[in-house]
């Protein structure tokens, strides 16, 4: 396969995966995600294989099933509800997936997941000064996606970096943006998706993007953004006491959207002590 094509192919699987991360409460088949991203339905089942090493459907139970997972954690809902946003008709029929895939039925998982994260982010303090609920208009933003494990994001980094700068997409004024759909404890590492990208144009269609680039606009919504002070290797630190504590204590619910971190500044120029890494995590608007 020749590079350009396979840059071709990834860059559309990954539209899929975008595809179907926003459609897990509808119902999907395989020819509608080929259609969405203009492949013939005959080759794409193997292209989508070879590319994320499951089939569609695979990944869109697997995608659901760890949508369900965060939302028992973060929130409230029962289990049916739940079950019905993850696509499923039944308790039942979700339970034994859920247990299938997990090890634990849905409400065993919710506890014993709500006391780890309680347990880890006891140790941790994060003063409440340093963490502000924005609301936050529409924001261009141009990434690169990426799947696997966490320990390669600083070379995904770098390939980004290159080849933003190789196009002209650095004008001085942009702010680099990672985004995170998965959570680490839930999503198998290999097969974690992490944005790194970088706050873009207001009217980023006009700009000459490469295949391996996405341009979008994120929507509107509310945050609360807590600021992070030190190495990258402690920022589950800040997540732990943001997303585990705080939110919680203060009575706001997360959505569904993925969790951004803002740098503010460069290791490349910075010490690694003094980096500054804004963390956001999506609320509803309605606190409870």
Known sequence: MKPSTQIDYQARI?????????????????????????LSPYHFHRIFRGVTGESVMQCLRRLRLEAAARQLWQ???NVIDVALAAGYNSHEGFTRAFKD???EAPD?????????VRSQSSNVVLPVPVVEVRDVPTVPFISMAYRGSFAEVGQVWERFIGLAASLGLFTGSEQLIGRYPDDPDITPAGKIRFDVGLRGSPDPSRLPLHPALHAEVLPAGRWAVALHRGSYATLHETYLSLVGGWIARNGYVLDDRPC???YLNS???????DLL???WAPLLFEAT
């Open 277 to 279: 890494t804004e963390v």
């Open 108 to 116: 065993t998982w919710r506890q014993q997941h709500r006391e780890f």
């Open 75 to 77: 929130r409230e809902a």
């Open 260 to 262: 951004l971190e803002w």
């Open 267 to 273: 290791p490349a120029t910075t010490a690694e002590a």
């Open 101 to 103: 895939h997990f090890g």
């Open 14 to 38: 990954d539209s899929a995966l975008r595809w179907m991360s926003a459609r897990l409460d509808a119902e999907v088949a395989p020819a509608d995600v080929a259609q969405a991203v203009a």
